[in-house]
Protein backbone atom coordinates (compact mmCIF):
# COMPACT_ATOMS: atom_id res chain seq x y z
CA UNK A 1 0.00 0.00 0.00
CA UNK A 2 1.12 3.42 -0.90
CA UNK A 3 -0.08 7.20 0.30
CA UNK A 4 -1.57 8.91 -2.01
CA UNK A 5 -2.34 12.26 -0.65
CA UNK A 6 -3.02 14.57 2.83
CA UNK A 7 -5.68 16.88 3.46
CA UNK A 8 -5.83 18.83 6.17
CA UNK A 9 -8.15 21.59 7.97
CA UNK A 10 -7.67 23.92 10.95
CA UNK A 11 -8.22 20.42 13.17
CA UNK A 12 -8.07 17.14 11.29
CA UNK A 13 -5.20 15.32 9.05
CA UNK A 14 -6.80 13.28 6.47
CA UNK A 15 -4.70 10.78 4.63
CA UNK A 16 -5.75 8.70 1.48
CA UNK A 17 -4.05 5.62 0.95
CA UNK A 18 -4.21 3.05 -2.44
CA UNK A 19 -4.02 -0.57 -1.46
CA UNK A 20 -2.35 -3.23 -3.81
CA UNK A 21 -5.28 -4.27 -5.55
CA UNK A 22 -6.01 -0.39 -6.57
CA UNK A 23 -8.86 0.28 -3.63
CA UNK A 24 -8.32 2.84 -1.37
CA UNK A 25 -9.09 3.59 2.21
CA UNK A 26 -8.44 7.06 4.42
CA UNK A 27 -7.32 7.66 7.96
CA UNK A 28 -7.57 10.92 10.39
CA UNK A 29 -5.29 11.97 12.72
CA UNK A 30 -7.25 13.81 15.09
CA UNK A 31 -6.92 15.66 18.67
CA UNK A 32 -3.07 15.85 18.23
CA UNK A 33 -1.97 12.02 19.34
CA UNK A 34 -4.85 10.00 17.68
CA UNK A 35 -4.84 8.04 14.46
CA UNK A 36 -8.66 7.08 13.60
CA UNK A 37 -7.68 3.86 10.90
CA UNK A 38 -9.75 1.84 8.56
CA UNK A 39 -10.66 -2.35 8.34
CA UNK A 40 -12.57 -2.38 5.25
CA UNK A 41 -12.60 -0.96 1.67
CA UNK A 42 -16.47 0.33 2.30
CA UNK A 43 -18.84 -1.12 4.73
CA UNK A 44 -21.69 -3.66 5.15
CA UNK A 45 -23.48 -2.20 7.43
CA UNK A 46 -25.53 -0.05 4.87
CA UNK A 47 -25.52 2.92 7.15
CA UNK A 48 -28.05 5.36 5.20
CA UNK A 49 -26.37 8.84 6.66
CA UNK A 50 -22.82 7.49 6.33
CA UNK A 51 -20.71 8.35 2.92
CA UNK A 52 -18.61 5.07 3.99
CA UNK A 53 -20.82 2.42 3.22
CA UNK A 54 -22.71 4.20 0.12
CA UNK A 55 -21.19 1.16 -2.20
CA UNK A 56 -21.21 -1.11 0.04
CA UNK A 57 -18.62 -3.89 1.38
CA UNK A 58 -15.33 -3.44 -1.39
CA UNK A 59 -13.50 -5.43 0.75
CA UNK A 60 -11.80 -6.74 4.37
CA UNK A 61 -8.17 -5.24 4.93
CA UNK A 62 -5.92 -7.47 5.65
CA UNK A 63 -3.71 -7.04 9.47
CA UNK A 64 -1.04 -5.61 7.44
CA UNK A 65 -3.25 -3.11 5.43
CA UNK A 66 -5.20 -2.08 8.88
CA UNK A 67 -0.96 -1.41 10.72
CA UNK A 68 0.40 -0.27 7.62
CA UNK A 69 -1.64 2.64 7.83
CA UNK A 70 -0.36 3.60 11.36
CA UNK A 71 3.16 2.60 10.21
CA UNK A 72 3.36 5.05 6.75
CA UNK A 73 2.55 7.58 9.29
CA UNK A 74 4.79 6.88 12.05
CA UNK A 75 7.64 8.79 11.16
CA UNK A 76 5.79 12.34 10.82
CA UNK A 77 3.05 12.38 13.40
CA UNK A 78 3.00 11.99 17.21
CA UNK A 79 0.68 9.09 17.62
CA UNK A 80 0.03 7.86 20.60
CA UNK A 81 -3.38 6.09 19.63
CA UNK A 82 -5.47 3.98 17.57
CA UNK A 83 -9.22 4.15 16.82
CA UNK A 84 -10.42 1.54 15.09
CA UNK A 85 -13.40 3.81 13.74
CA UNK A 86 -12.40 4.63 10.25
CA UNK A 87 -13.76 2.58 7.09
CA UNK A 88 -15.86 -0.17 7.56
CA UNK A 89 -17.39 -2.34 10.72
CA UNK A 90 -14.37 -4.06 12.69
CA UNK A 91 -16.20 -6.58 14.00
CA UNK A 92 -17.10 -8.28 10.06
CA UNK A 93 -13.50 -8.34 9.31
CA UNK A 94 -12.58 -9.27 13.32
CA UNK A 95 -9.71 -11.87 12.57
CA UNK A 96 -7.44 -9.29 11.01
CA UNK A 97 -8.69 -6.72 13.13
CA UNK A 98 -7.68 -9.01 16.17
CA UNK A 99 -4.14 -9.48 15.26
CA UNK A 100 -3.64 -5.68 14.33
CA UNK A 101 -5.35 -4.52 17.98
CA UNK A 102 -2.44 -7.11 19.56
CA UNK A 103 0.22 -5.49 16.81
CA UNK A 104 -0.65 -1.92 18.62
CA UNK A 105 -1.28 -3.18 22.07
CA UNK A 106 2.71 -4.59 21.74
CA UNK A 107 3.71 -0.98 20.50
CA UNK A 108 2.13 0.83 23.85
CA UNK A 109 -0.23 2.20 22.34
CA UNK A 110 -3.92 2.58 23.18
CA UNK A 111 -6.38 1.45 21.33
CA UNK A 112 -10.34 2.16 20.99
CA UNK A 113 -12.91 0.79 18.80
CA UNK A 114 -16.17 1.94 17.46
CA UNK A 115 -18.42 -0.36 15.99
CA UNK A 116 -22.39 -1.22 15.83
CA UNK A 117 -21.93 -4.28 17.64
CA UNK A 118 -22.38 -7.11 14.96
CA UNK A 119 -21.68 -9.65 14.71
CA UNK A 120 -22.71 -9.98 18.38
CA UNK A 121 -20.31 -13.12 18.71
CA UNK A 122 -17.21 -10.95 17.95
CA UNK A 123 -18.74 -7.98 20.52
CA UNK A 124 -18.06 -10.42 23.11
CA UNK A 125 -14.41 -10.80 22.10
CA UNK A 126 -14.12 -7.22 22.00
CA UNK A 127 -15.05 -6.69 24.94
CA UNK A 128 -12.75 -8.84 26.91
CA UNK A 129 -10.03 -7.21 25.16
CA UNK A 130 -7.52 -5.33 27.12
CA UNK A 131 -8.94 -1.85 24.83
CA UNK A 132 -9.07 1.70 26.33
CA UNK A 133 -12.73 2.27 25.20
CA UNK A 134 -15.38 0.80 23.12
CA UNK A 135 -18.39 3.07 21.50
CA UNK A 136 -21.39 1.12 20.09
CA UNK A 137 -23.63 2.54 17.74
CA UNK A 138 -27.91 2.29 18.97
CA UNK A 139 -29.06 5.38 17.53
CA UNK A 140 -32.59 4.37 18.49
CA UNK A 141 -34.69 1.78 20.92
CA UNK A 142 -37.44 1.99 18.31
CA UNK A 143 -37.30 -1.30 16.25
CA UNK A 144 -38.23 0.26 13.10
CA UNK A 145 -36.02 3.42 13.44
CA UNK A 146 -33.26 0.99 14.21
CA UNK A 147 -33.44 -0.92 11.40
CA UNK A 148 -33.61 1.81 9.15
CA UNK A 149 -30.52 4.13 10.63
CA UNK A 150 -28.82 0.68 10.59
CA UNK A 151 -30.20 -1.97 8.43
CA UNK A 152 -27.85 -4.84 8.13
CA UNK A 153 -26.56 -4.67 12.00
CA UNK A 154 -28.52 -7.26 13.28
CA UNK A 155 -31.17 -7.49 15.61
CA UNK A 156 -31.46 -4.56 18.97
CA UNK A 157 -32.74 -7.47 21.11
CA UNK A 158 -29.70 -9.72 20.00
CA UNK A 159 -27.53 -6.66 20.98
CA UNK A 160 -28.99 -5.90 23.92
CA UNK A 161 -29.03 -9.29 25.70
CA UNK A 162 -25.30 -9.59 24.65
CA UNK A 163 -24.82 -6.50 26.49
CA UNK A 164 -26.37 -7.65 29.70
CA UNK A 165 -24.93 -10.69 29.49
CA UNK A 166 -21.71 -9.03 29.25
CA UNK A 167 -21.58 -6.55 31.34
CA UNK A 168 -23.17 -8.36 34.49
CA UNK A 169 -19.60 -10.04 35.11
CA UNK A 170 -17.70 -6.62 34.14
CA UNK A 171 -15.96 -4.92 36.78
CA UNK A 172 -16.76 -1.34 36.71
CA UNK A 173 -13.58 0.20 36.18
CA UNK A 174 -13.82 -1.68 32.56
CA UNK A 175 -17.61 -1.05 32.18
CA UNK A 176 -16.53 2.94 32.29
CA UNK A 177 -14.59 2.34 29.09
CA UNK A 178 -18.20 1.32 27.44
CA UNK A 179 -20.71 3.90 25.77
CA UNK A 180 -23.06 3.54 23.83
CA UNK A 181 -23.73 5.83 21.07
CA UNK A 182 -26.51 7.78 19.59
CA UNK A 183 -27.01 9.91 16.84
CA UNK A 184 -29.33 12.54 16.99
CA UNK A 185 -31.30 13.19 13.98
CA UNK A 186 -34.11 15.80 13.26
CA UNK A 187 -37.66 14.06 13.17
CA UNK A 188 -36.07 10.80 13.31
CA UNK A 189 -35.04 9.52 17.18
CA UNK A 190 -34.82 13.01 18.81
CA UNK A 191 -38.15 12.83 21.07
CA UNK A 192 -38.21 13.43 25.04
CA UNK A 193 -39.66 9.47 25.55
CA UNK A 194 -37.04 7.93 23.00
CA UNK A 195 -33.85 9.60 24.74
CA UNK A 196 -35.98 8.78 28.11
CA UNK A 197 -35.27 4.97 27.22
CA UNK A 198 -32.32 5.37 26.00
CA UNK A 199 -30.73 6.82 28.97
CA UNK A 200 -32.68 4.22 31.10
CA UNK A 201 -30.87 1.72 28.67
CA UNK A 202 -27.51 2.86 29.47
CA UNK A 203 -28.45 3.23 33.20
CA UNK A 204 -28.95 -0.16 33.72
CA UNK A 205 -25.67 -1.36 31.99
CA UNK A 206 -23.92 0.84 34.24
CA UNK A 207 -21.90 2.71 31.10
CA UNK A 208 -22.02 5.77 29.60
CA UNK A 209 -23.57 7.63 26.55
CA UNK A 210 -22.56 9.59 23.39
CA UNK A 211 -24.46 11.63 22.14
CA UNK A 212 -23.62 12.63 18.30
CA UNK A 213 -24.66 15.43 16.25
CA UNK A 214 -25.08 14.93 12.42
CA UNK A 215 -22.03 15.64 9.90
CA UNK A 216 -24.64 16.86 7.15
CA UNK A 217 -23.25 14.53 4.30
CA UNK A 218 -26.69 12.88 3.18
CA UNK A 219 -29.44 15.21 2.32
CA UNK A 220 -32.56 12.58 3.72
CA UNK A 221 -31.16 13.64 7.15
CA UNK A 222 -30.74 16.64 9.53
CA UNK A 223 -28.69 17.96 12.38
CA UNK A 224 -30.74 19.22 15.32
CA UNK A 225 -30.38 22.79 16.35
CA UNK A 226 -27.91 23.79 18.98
CA UNK A 227 -30.81 24.20 21.42
CA UNK A 228 -32.07 20.76 20.59
CA UNK A 229 -28.96 19.09 20.97
CA UNK A 230 -28.36 20.87 24.33
CA UNK A 231 -31.75 20.32 25.35
CA UNK A 232 -30.89 16.60 24.50
CA UNK A 233 -27.72 16.55 26.52
CA UNK A 234 -29.02 18.04 29.78
CA UNK A 235 -32.07 15.44 29.77
CA UNK A 236 -30.21 12.29 29.62
CA UNK A 237 -27.83 13.88 32.25
CA UNK A 238 -31.06 14.35 34.41
CA UNK A 239 -31.55 10.50 34.77
CA UNK A 240 -28.16 10.55 36.27
CA UNK A 241 -25.92 9.33 33.39
CA UNK A 242 -22.65 10.61 32.31
CA UNK A 243 -22.39 11.93 28.85
CA UNK A 244 -20.47 12.83 26.28
CA UNK A 245 -21.25 15.06 23.49
CA UNK A 246 -19.08 15.25 19.57
CA UNK A 247 -16.04 17.11 19.80
CA UNK A 248 -14.68 19.45 17.17
CA UNK A 249 -12.81 16.73 15.42
CA UNK A 250 -15.89 14.49 14.50
CA UNK A 251 -17.75 17.43 13.88
CA UNK A 252 -15.20 18.56 10.98
CA UNK A 253 -15.95 18.32 7.88
CA UNK A 254 -12.77 16.52 6.86
CA UNK A 255 -12.69 13.42 8.53
CA UNK A 256 -15.51 13.97 10.88
CA UNK A 257 -18.02 10.71 11.60
CA UNK A 258 -19.65 9.73 8.45
CA UNK A 259 -17.17 11.55 6.24
CA UNK A 260 -15.08 8.95 5.49
CA UNK A 261 -15.52 7.19 1.65
CA UNK A 262 -14.37 4.35 0.54
CA UNK A 263 -11.95 4.87 -3.08
CA UNK A 264 -12.16 8.43 -3.32
CA UNK A 265 -10.19 9.70 -5.95
CA UNK A 266 -7.74 12.42 -6.32
CA UNK A 267 -10.40 14.74 -8.52
CA UNK A 268 -12.80 14.17 -5.46
CA UNK A 269 -10.11 15.23 -2.75
CA UNK A 270 -8.79 18.23 -4.38
CA UNK A 271 -12.88 19.56 -4.02
CA UNK A 272 -12.79 18.31 -0.24
CA UNK A 273 -13.87 20.94 2.18
CA UNK A 274 -11.14 22.46 4.33
Not at 96 to 118: I, Q
Not at 210 to 239: C, H, I, M, P
Request: aromatic fraction near 10%; glycine fraction near 8%; proline fraction near 3%.
Amino acid sequence: MKLLQELSSSLNRLFLFELFDGKRVEAVYYRGDTLCVSTQAGCAIGCPFCLSGKSGLLRNLSAEEIIGQYELLRDRLEIKGIALAGIGEPLMNWEAVEDAFWHFKNLGLRVSFYTTGYPVKKLKELLRLPHNGVSISVHSLRKEVRERLLPYAGSLESLIQTLREELSTMPLRKRKKISLAYLLLKGVNDTEEELKNFAMLVKSFGVSATLLRYNQTVGDFRDVEDWEYEKAFLLLRSYGIRVTLSNRFRKDPLGGCGTLVANRNLTECLECPL
